[in-house]
């Protein structure tokens, strides 16, 4: 019974997918039919010379850095919730995406410190995602050390929320000393934008993307171990220290990346699992694993195209999008679920 | 009979150490754990029976003396191997999740599973057994956090159950239950312990059912650790000395706990 509810609820995703990734290909400022954004992604000249340039240069990247950033997230809150034991879990909420902020602003706003030729290398895709994903992997780690200490998850929380303000003030203090200029790219980058990605950094994106995706898969048993608790996956023959380490490492490149080229963009990473974990009713990793990424990449093409509802002349921040549908998805699970001790 | 003892021990002391000092809680002990038999571990609150099963469990290392697994030093044991010889139930409570008592029980088969946790017809044939010999066939589809403690413990013996391990190791499991639900739970594990020939020790506060139920006991007391059959523990005595107070005494003819309330 279950299962063939899985197997229906895998294949409309699945459809769902397809549709709305030719939905943000055709929809924009400028409207391209179907059929020419076929003949486009297959190779051939369409009827317009300008539309196989927005389609390739624009319009596709935009939603592959869309999906990939749906994807990243949402496991990457995945990940955390099962690892903290806590369903508000999620690399917005805890603080990742301030983290890897923070590593950014160094970056951006910090490198005119630093002699000429180290500011290139360090203001570089590299040096950013870098950057971002150290900014990361230290708030993971410090939550980790809060999480043994305090059982409590409403405690957690408000260490992520600490983080968050931490950060700000910290880069409040950076902006202070920095240029207009550069204050203006870093303005640019908090709120978040899935577009402006050359093929390049999507591939850099998508490499790191993908081994965090791959660690993430490894760790399925030792999720659906860490069910139980600590101790009680430890005694069915779980390494938790070599599991949760893979698991972090996993969490913080995912956030880190991601944040780094599109930049922090809110709830998803919480949502995103829930979801998954309501449709299929399940606390299996393996099928919430597949499930979260299939959701997380509509969900983040769906938040791509309203914010760029066709009567618009501009689009909206992605993160304005994402927060206004995530923000009551946390408050109505903090409501109604009585699952949260 | 030699080789159907699947743990024992040399004297050892168990405690905590740090870098700086050590702290024993118990010395002198000498413990033999065989098959098919049903063993209850008791004494007062605080007197070290967590500091002891965390000790045979290899959680910890005793301070002085080994603890030997089918002949091999506990502490060489990797997590996985360690997983296929022996199982728990513990007193802790699981994270919030939407697990069903059959995926519950499944997660015992962890150890033997292939990187995804995919489970084979041998693995299902297991975890059924297990629920078929716990008699919680009603729940298998029920979220585990819909059932009442009395059932979860039944569950929880049964995910141990399924990780087929030749000792099962329970701490505490018949707290938080009423007098009827403590009773048919060792009464399980009494049938357990015959039927699957494993050997099941289980730390308790209710000696009286203890007495009762089981074929050993390890009673710990201030002076010494001892381990005997109940009726051999009686004889001797050993009850009397668990509780160092003289308002409760032991009846050796009634063979239970008697209060003198003055």
């Known amino acids: 019974m279950t299962t063939k509810r899985h197997y229906f609820l895998f294949i409309s995703f699945a459809i769902l997918l397809a549709f709305f990734f030719s939905m943000d290909l055709i929809s924009g400022q400028v409207s391209i039919p179907l059929k020419e954004v076929f003949k486009i992604l297959i190779g051939h000249e369409s009827s317009k010379s300008t539309w196989d340039y927005i389609i390739l240069n624009f319009r596709l990247p935009k939603a592959i850095t869309a999906i990939l950033v749906g994807m990243g997230l949402s496991i990457s809150g995945l990940l955390m919730q099962t690892l903290f034991r806590n369903p508000l879990a999620g690399p917005y909420v805890l603080g990742l995406s301030s983290g890897s902020s923070l590593g950014v602003a160094f970056v951006i706003l910090g490198a005119g410190f630093l002699p000429s030729f180290l500011n290139q290398a360090v203001l570089s895709d590299y040096g950013i995602v870098l950057a971002s994903c150290l900014g990361s992997f230290l708030v993971v780690l410090a939550i980790m050390i809060v999480a043994q200490r305090l059982r409590n998850t409403m405690s957690i929380l408000i260490v992520g929320l600490m983080f968050g303000s931490f950060a700000g003030a910290i880069v409040n203090v950076l902006s202070y000393f920095s240029t207009a200029e550069q204050l203006q790219k870093f303005t640019f980058w908090s709120m978040g934008n899935l577009g402006n990605l050359s093929w390049n950094s999507i591939g850099i994106l998508g490499t790191v993307v993908s081994v965090g995706l791959l660690l993430s898969l490894f760790s399925i048993k030792s999720l659906d171990a860490l069910l139980l608790g600590e101790n009680y996956a430890k005694s069915v023959g779980l390494n938790f220290k070599k599991a949760r380490f893979i698991i972090i490492i996993a969490t913080s490149i995912l956030a880190g990346s991601i944040t780094a080229f599109a930049g922090p963009i809110a709830f998803i990473g919480l949502a995103v699992p829930h979801i998954a974990k309501l449709l299929f009713q399940t606390s299996n990793h393996k099928i919430l694993f597949f499930s979260t990424l299939l959701l997380g990449a509509i969900l983040m093409l769906i938040c791509d195209i309203i914010s760029q509802m066709p009567y618009l002349s501009m689009t909206l921040p992605i993160n304005a999008i994402t927060s206004i549908m995530g923000a009551p998805v946390v408050i109505w699970l903090l409501i109604s679920k009585k699952n949260i001790q | ?262």
Not at chain 2, 85 to 110: I, K
Not at chain 2, 117 to 122: A, I, K, R, S
Not at chain 2, 205 to 224: G, R
Request: charged share 25%; hydrophobic share 40%.
């Open chain 2, 1 to 262: 009979m030699e080789n159907e003892i699947i743990l024992h021990s040399d004297t050892i002391s168990i405690g905590y150490a740090s870098k700086k000092e050590k702290i024993i809680i118990a010395n002198d002990i000498t413990i033999q754990l065989q098959k098919s038999k049903l063993i209850a571990l008791v004494g007062v609150n605080g007197i070290g029976k967590s500091t002891l099963l965390k000790t045979i469990t290899g959680i910890q290392k005793p301070i002085e003396g080994n603890v030997y697994l089918n002949n091999k030093n506990i502490a060489d044991y990797t997590a996985k191997d360690l997983a296929q010889q022996m199982s728990l139930v513990l007193t802790e409570h699981l994270p919030p999740s939407n697990l069903t008592v059959f995926e519950l029980v499944a997660l015992g088969r962890q150890p033997y599973t292939n990187w995804l946790g995919t489970l084979t017809t041998e693995d299902l044939e297991k975890v059924n057994d297990a629920i078929r010999l716990t008699k919680i066939e009603h729940l298998a589809q029920k979220k585990h956090f819909e059932i009442s403690d009395g059932q979860l413990q039944k569950v929880l013996i049964a995910r141990a159950l399924a990780q087929d391990t030749p000792l099962i190791i329970l701490d505490e499991p018949t707290t938080h239950l009423d007098l009827l639900h403590k009773f048919t739970l060792l009464q399980l594990l009494q049938r357990l312990a015959k039927e699957t020939q494993k050997c099941i020790l289980f730390s308790t506060h209710d000696i009286d059912l203890a007495i009762q139920l089981c074929d050993e006991m390890i009673v710990m007391t201030p002076e010494k650790t001892v381990q005997a059959s109940p009726c051999e523990l009686i004889k001797n005595g050993t009850f009397n000395t668990i509780f160092d107070d003289k308002s409760i005494g032991f009846d050796q003819q009634k063979g239970k706990f008697i209060f003198e309330n003055r």
